[in-house]
């Protein structure tokens, strides 16, 4: 007889009865509700209702949207102990669903997924275990490799803090060497990249330092739907009306978990099917999305090398065109080396502008203040005299207070959803357009810089010119 128990361990052995019996049956196969009794013994009352949704839920997709429902609650309200083993448990019944691949991504298993993210949040040993043992011997030899992708995350992450907690002490010792070896281990820890795509190539030119530019930039574009067509066909036509020199992205070239390879078919929905029609070189950045999966960087680059259209030659590098250097950051991932790059490549500029752009914002209406990058990136910023930061992340136009001489302009998106902002009463807004989508033009000449954002149908929202005196 099988009695509930407050432990969820002790509970969770009584349904690792069940799952045992049930490994050799499918998915999809109905259990007995005596059965689905035991395994909901494991949650706590107030998520009873939830698991029994999940247990009678007809599709996969209903499956996995309410693990995911049932994970969110659980570390909502602190009892993420108790959810944990019952998930396990449903990983071990085989009764996980199973998302169809798109395109070329392989089949994921929520049940590895939100185990690994409760596992992450909480430190639990028992559910790490749990995905040492998928990895090693479950029978789905799929759901083995998703939980050695998932033990390769959750040990990146560790490291990651390991680090930290190094860079600190070198950072109070004021030690450069320590930092720029600690910030390749950052580098090499956090990503698949071998070292030699980290460094960066020396600064290069696009345009004379002469000539004037006009210069596109787009970013939540990779979508393939039909704003995104809107937004290239409004590019193409201002193109043809006033020429570009070149284009930039501002990362999220993927809105959803980045290219598995350079041959991933997606990149002709999202890239070759509207930007080459421009015939002008792209130089571009990476976003979160694009570090969705651990091969979505090196697939970007690797593509970068054989298409014409795209320039990504490192997660970050710099190059002049006109009289503006650009310097292109890696906001997903921001080392130590790369912050000793950026000092170093600002410190030997003599543009006469000087332009960094990457995804994450600093500054926001939608989510917020990004302390991370205001701590540690807009001070090399304002100590080196730039000019402007550009970026994308938040969907939807922005022009905000300058902080310490430095610009803040955020692009619109060109293919993800237009947003509207969060923060009421956002004292640093100096335009915002919400729930447009479009793209930056953005001209320079030796006296004056204009960024003009520009909606999906071609209507200018808003233009700003800076002049010699700055």
């Keep these: 007889m099988i009695t509930r128990s407050r432990d969820p361990r002790t509970c969770w052995l009584a349904a690792l009865c069940v799952a045992c019996a049930l490994g050799a049956t499918a998915a999809a196969q109905t259990v007995p509700s005596a059965q689905d009794e035991r395994?909901?013994?494991?949650?706590?009352?107030?998520?009873?209702?939830?698991?029994?949704?999940?247990?009678?839920?007809?599709?996969?997709?209903?499956?996995?949207?309410?693990?995911?429902?049932?994970?969110?609650?659980?570390?909502?309200?602190?009892?993420?102990?108790?959810v944990g083993p019952f998930i396990v448990a449903l990983g071990d019944a085989q009764r996980c669903p199973e998302n169809s691949p798109a395109w070329t991504r392989p089949q994921t298993f929520p049940c590895v997924a939100q185990v690994a993210a409760i596992a992450g949040r909480t430190g639990d040993p028992f559910l790490r275990q749990a995905l040492e043992r998928w990895a090693s011997s479950h029978a789905d030899v799929r759901v083995a490799d998703q939980a050695l992708r998932a033990l390769e995350r959750l040990d990146a992450a560790h490291l990651t803090m390991l680090l930290g907690k190094r860079i600190d002490l070198a950072r109070a010792a004021e030690d450069g060497a320590a930092l720029g070896t600690l910030g390749r281990a950052q580098e090499r820890v956090g990503s698949r990249l071998p070292?030699?795509?980290?460094?960066?190539?020396?600064?290069?030119?696009?345009?004379?330092?002469?000539?004037?530019?006009?210069?596109?930039?787009?970013?939540?574009?990779?979508?393939?739907?039909?704003?995104?067509?809107?937004?290239?066909?409004?590019?193409?036509?201002?193109?043809?009306?006033?020429?570009?020199?070149?284009?930039?992205?501002?990362?999220?070239?993927?809105?959803?978990?980045?290219?598995?390879?350079?041959?991933?078919?997606?990149?002709?929905?999202?890239?070759?099917?509207?930007?080459?029609?421009?015939?002008?070189?792209?130089y571009a950045s990476l976003g979160n999305h694009d570090w969705g999966n651990p091969d979505g960087p090196g697939a970007s680059m690797a593509f970068a090398r054989q298409d014409?259209?795209?320039?990504?030659?490192?997660?970050?590098?710099?190059?002049?065109?006109?009289?503006?250097?650009?310097?292109?950051?890696?906001?997903?991932?921001?080392?130590?080396?790369?912050?000793?790059?950026?000092?170093?490549?600002?410190?030997?500029?003599?543009?006469?502008?000087?332009?960094?752009?990457?995804?994450?914002?600093?500054?926001?209406?939608?989510?917020?203040?990004?302390?991370?990058?205001?701590?540690?990136?807009?001070?090399?910023?304002?100590?080196?005299?730039?000019?402007?930061?550009?970026c994308v992340h938040e969907h939807l136009f922005q022009h905000l207070r300058p902080e310490g001489g430095v610009e803040f302009f955020v692009n619109g998106a060109a293919g993800?959803?237009?947003?509207?902002?969060?923060?009421?009463?956002?004292d640093r807004v100096l335009f915002m357009a919400e729930r447009e989508q479009g793209f930056t033009v953005l001209e320079a000449d030796a006296e004056t810089m204009t960024v003009r954002f520009v909606g999906d149908g071609g209507r200018t929202l808003y233009e700003k010119s800076f002049g010699r005196e700055r």
Excluded at 240 to 247: I, N, R
Excluded at 319 to 342: C, D, H, K, M, R
Excluded at 352 to 368: K, N, T
């Design 39 to 82: 395994l909901l013994s494991i949650l706590p009352a107030g998520l009873q209702d939830v698991g029994a949704e999940l247990l009678r839920a007809p599709d996969p997709v209903t499956q996995d949207g309410l693990i995911r429902k049932l994970a969110d609650q659980a570390l909502a309200s602190m009892v993420p102990l108790q």
């Design 195 to 282: 070292r030699f795509w980290w460094q960066p190539p020396p600064r290069f030119e696009v345009a004379p330092s002469s000539k004037r530019i006009r210069v596109v930039a787009v970013g939540d574009f990779g979508t393939g739907n039909p704003s995104q067509k809107a937004v290239a066909a409004a590019m193409l036509q201002y193109h043809k009306a006033h020429p570009f020199d070149f284009g930039i992205t501002l990362g999220d070239n993927y809105q959803d978990d980045g290219p598995y390879g350079p041959e991933d078919p997606r990149w002709q929905t999202y890239w070759t099917g509207h930007y080459p029609a421009l015939g002008i070189r792209f």
């Design 308 to 390: 014409g259209t795209l320039r990504l030659p490192s997660p970050y590098y710099t190059y002049t065109a006109g009289p503006v250097q650009f310097f292109v950051i890696n906001t997903p991932l921001v080392s130590e080396a790369q912050l000793q790059w950026l000092r170093e490549e600002l410190a030997a500029s003599t543009s006469r502008w000087r332009v960094v752009y990457g995804h994450f914002q600093m500054y926001s209406a939608l989510r917020g203040d990004n302390q991370a990058l205001i701590s540690r990136v807009l001070p090399i910023l304002q100590e080196h005299r730039v000019h402007m930061y550009l």
């Design 416 to 426: 993800g959803s237009g947003r509207v902002a969060r923060q009421q009463g956002y």
